[in-house]
Structure formats: C-alpha cells, structure tokens
C-alpha cells in the first residue's frame, strides 16, 4: 500500500510563492502518474496538475496555467507543485493523488486516482 506525504503549505501574501512537496513510499514511484488536486471549503476537490511517470508531459487547470508548475524526482520519490503569484482564490486543502499503474495519461477527474496524500493547507491572503 503506497503512502503519499505532503508538506509545504502555509499562509502567504497573494503575489508570494510555495513549493509543495509530496513524497510516496511503499510502492515504485516511476510507474504511476502523479497528480495535484486541491478543495476548498464547501467546494467539490478539483484538479489542478498531473504528472506523467517520466516527468516529461505534464497538464495544467486553466485557473493555474503559467503560474504553476509541477515536475516529479523518481529517485527521491518525490512530486513537487511550484505556485507563483499566488491569488486568494488558491486558498484551499491541496492533494496528493497517485494514478494506477495500469493508465499511462493524466486524468482531470478525482475518480482517476486510487491513493491521496492527507493534504497540506495553502492559505493565500489579500
């Protein structure tokens, strides 16, 4: 059973910057497409970025496109989100989400995933 690790969440300005981190265990990481997903409060969990196992195509939400980017280090089994010129509207829990092994593309859809991290809490103020 893999277990997905996020970290780096917190408060920040609007216009700072985060990195998020996401570190998976238990299983071999460059098998499995990886993904961002993110909800708010009162709000349905909806994409944000995946991964493909090599790192080398990658899909954005429009809300993000340019501003964030997501890239994966299979030797440290790790899928990081960077987000610049952060906006109040990011505010929201983000996720993990790890694909099975069996799909080789990214899905934009919650139910494409069979294993979330806990979640790390980004706070954008205004």
């Known amino acids: 059973q893999v277990q997905l690790v996020e970290s780096g969440g917190r408060l920040v300005q609007a216009g700072g910057s985060l990195r998020l981190s996401c570190v998976a265990s238990g299983r071999t990481f460059s098998n499995n497409v990886m993904a961002w997903f993110r909800q708010a409060p009162g709000k349905e969990r909806e994409f944000v970025s995946g991964?493909?196992?090599?790192?080398?195509?990658?899909v954005y939400a429009d809300s993000v496109k340019g501003r964030f980017t997501i890239s994966r280090d299979n030797a440290e089994n790790t899928v990081y989100l960077q987000m610049n010129s952060l906006k109040p509207e990011d505010t929201a829990g983000y996720y993990c989400?790890?694909?099975?092994?069996?799909?080789?593309?990214?899905?934009?859809?919650?139910?494409?995933?069979?294993?979330w991290g806990q979640g790390t809490q980004v706070t954008v103020s205004s």
């Open positions: 989400a790890l694909r099975s092994a069996y799909y080789t593309g990214v899905s934009n859809v919650k139910e494409g995933y069979e294993d």
């Open positions: 991964i493909s196992r090599s790192g080398g195509s990658t």
